[in-house]
């Protein structure tokens, strides 16, 4: 009978993620620095497992975002909150597929005809998705075009910025594990999250199509779980890169998504209307506030 299989990985200079195909997982830390009281110290050569490979690639977003634990931002829902993740989902949306087309066009290149269809058939499903973005914020009435145009949220632009930077590389296994990352925490979406947002949009307005298509409503889910396959199935060498780039991936975007959540809703508001050159929503403001309703509804 073969060994059951173990993978490890050492994600940061003292933390090794070790997991294994029964679906145990641990952080191991290494006592002293000497390789001989560390078995895992020597990368990992063998074969993968889905079974052992989710556990890796999941235990490095839980790790990278544990470094935001104690300072964690948990506001409450709110619209100009909501614009402003929307404006965030277009832009790390609309780059994707062109993104995906060249660091597949490398592995071709490079003989890796596998990956190369991988990622291939990653762009196509991705493409169109900014769309989804630009309808919910005009169901919102927002100038979705102008703003995205000239607004992309301060803690979403070095996430933005890592995707093309991996893309661009010689070798850019690595965006394999920051689509990983984004679709898995999508993937933890469900209905409930869903009917959060829709209660904070005005009555009879639909502003949730790039949420539920990124959610486990969505494909989201389908999408985790072929890539884990496809991980699996990659030399352990790639295995690694990709969870390594799972771990820096997550912990650059909880630190952006964190930095954002940390903002006020008037600090929101005045960067959109500062992106517009103009007052979201206008005299509606003055008008709602007298009415009691939200401005988003007198737009409508």
């Known amino acids: 009978m073969a060994a059951p299989v173990t993978e490890w990985v050492n994600v940061t200079d003292d933390q090794f993620i070790v997991a294994q195909q029964s679906g145990e997982v641990w952080l191991h830390v290494p006592n002293g620095s000497s390789p001989a009281g560390n078995p895992f110290a020597r990368p990992m050569t063998g074969a993968g497992s889905p079974g052992s490979t989710i556990n890796l690639l999941d235990a490095a977003i839980n790790l990278g975002f544990s470094k935001i634990e104690k300072r964690a931002a948990h506001p409450e829902p709110n619209l100009v909150g909501y614009i402003v993740a929307l404006v965030g989902a277009y832009h790390t949306s609309v ?46 009435g927002v100038p979705g075009e102008r703003l995205v145009a000239n607004f992309i949220p301060a803690g979403l632009k070095p996430l933005c910025q890592r995707f093309d930077d991996l893309c661009a590389q010689d070798y850019p296994i690595g ?126």
Not at 220 to 232: P, R
Request: one cysteine or more.
């Open 95 to 140: 780059d994707t597929p062109r993104n995906l087309r060249r660091a597949a066009k490398r592995f071709e290149d490079l003989g890796r005809p596998e990956v190369a269809a991988y990622l291939e058939e990653r762009a196509r499903e991705e493409t169109g998705h900014d769309r989804l973005a630009l309808k919910d914020l005009r169901a919102l």
């Open 175 to 300: 965006s394999i594990g920051y689509s990983y990352c984004l679709e898995r925490i999508a993937a933890l979406k469900g209905q409930a999250d869903i009917e959060k947002v829709q209660a904070i949009c005005p009555a009879g307005v639909d502003a949730t199509r790039f949420l539920r298509s990124h959610s486990a409503l969505g494909s989201e889910a389908s999408h985790v779980a072929e890539t884990i396959e496809f991980v699996a199935s990659l030399p352990a060498d790639d295995r690694i890169a990709v969870v390594r780039e799972t771990y820096q991936s997550a912990a650059i975007m909880a630190e952006g998504y964190n930095r954002e959540l940390l903002k006020s809703e008037a600090e929101m508001m005045e960067e959109i209307d500062q992106a517009l050159g103009t007052e979201l929503w206008g005299d509606a403001r003055a008008s709602a506030a007298q009415a009691g309703t939200h401005p988003a509804s007198m737009t409508l």
